[in-house]
């Protein structure tokens, strides 16, 4: 499974931008399921199995875009200055490489700072390509670009730029690969646009007009050096999520979830998170409301060029979605 989670965190995929990422997902999935879509968001969605007694139609969604930057102006010696895509951090960028869509790379660094104690603004941050000036530039206003970093395994654990949510991805993919038999209709979707604000799932959600929502994401951790309060850890299983900044997750589908970890002996966390949502928040709050939840990996340093998650907790999370998808559900 490393190998496959390696090619899809080193493909490209901004959010807008997720076509090599799509690529690669269709070549993956194609066996699995005969009904495979992409819609007008870009958005795949993959049927597998019918609705039977006791079933439900399910859609389950993990997203396909990854944050990233976009130039807004290139000055006359082809220093490129930028704006983000989804949640981009300052101070996760000095120092750090962009590959552009056209495959041009580049660092940014910042300007002679002011105050050298504070963090600089975005309005202070550039990239350099190496051009020499404006003339060799091969970078024009509102090309996209992501960070450049190679995934990394240092065993149980593995890095990379793009975990969120490409991890969540490959655990869809991994679901369907060891998909046998269930009672429900399944709709896989992989989402577009979360990063800006859920759109994908927002527009596929309309149209799966599913019964019950499932998102797969990454959520944060309490377990570094004085790190955030928040009581999920690496390595400890995957997180149930109870609350995010955008939803409450339907109790009774938590509580499904928790006697479903139990009953067959997958470790599992409890999380609630203080800022921050999924694309569980879009299907919940799509036509009149459906009940949904989320399965969350934990990860640190999420949104940095090294997001960290832990193999067994990967391994954990397809067990539980697939122990939750194979039985009826009965809310
Ligand atoms: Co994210
Ligand atoms: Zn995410």
Do not use: W
């Amino acid at each position: 499974m490393k190998d496959l989670i390696q090619q899809l965190v080193e493909t490209t995929g901004p959010s807008g931008y997720e076509s090599q990422v799509r690529e690669l997902v269709i070549k993956n999935i194609s066996k699995f399921s005969k009904d495979i879509k992409t819609d007008s968001m870009g958005n795949v969605i993959a049927r597998m199995g019918t609705k039977k007694a006791g079933g439900s139609r399910i859609m389950v969604s993990a997203h396909m875009d990854e944050i990233g930057i976009i130039a807004t102006h290139i000055d006359e010696n082809g220093f490129i200055r930028f704006t983000t895509i989804g949640g981009v951090r300052a101070a996760n960028c000095i120092g750090g490489r962009v590959l552009f869509l056209n495959g041009a790379r580049g660092v940014i660094f910042m300007e002679k700072l002011e105050n050298p104690g504070h963090t600089p603004g975005f309005d202070q941050l550039y990239i350099d390509c190496g051009f020499s000036g404006r003339k060799d530039c091969t970078i024009t206003v509102g090309d996209m670009a992501v960070f450049d970093r190679p995934f990394t395994d240092l065993g149980n654990r593995v890095i990379s730029k793009a975990m969120d949510d490409r991890i969540g991805v490959a655990i869809q993919i991994e679901v369907m690969r060891q998909f046998k038999n269930s009672p429900h209709e399944l709709v896989f979707v992989f989402s577009t646009q979360e990063e800006v604000g859920l759109r994908g799932a927002t527009t596929s959600a309309y149209g799966v007009d599913p019964e019950i929502g499932l998102s797969i994401d990454v959520t944060l951790t309490g377990d570094t050096p004085k790190s955030i309060k928040m009581a999920v850890a690496l390595g400890k299983g995957p997180a149930i999520k109870v609350r995010d900044g955008g939803m409450l997750a339907d109790p009774r589908l938590v509580k499904l979830m928790i006697d479903t970890a139990e009953k067959n002996s997958i470790p599992y966390q409890l999380e609630v998170l203080e800022g921050g949502t999924t694309d569980a928040k879009a299907i919940q709050l799509t036509r009149s409301g459906v009940p949904s939840g989320c399965v969350s990996i934990p990860c640190r340093y999420v949104h940095s060029p090294s997001e960290m998650v832990d193999m067994n907790d990967v391994e954990n999370a397809i067990k539980l979605i697939l122990s939750l998808i194979s039985s009826p559900i009965d809310l």
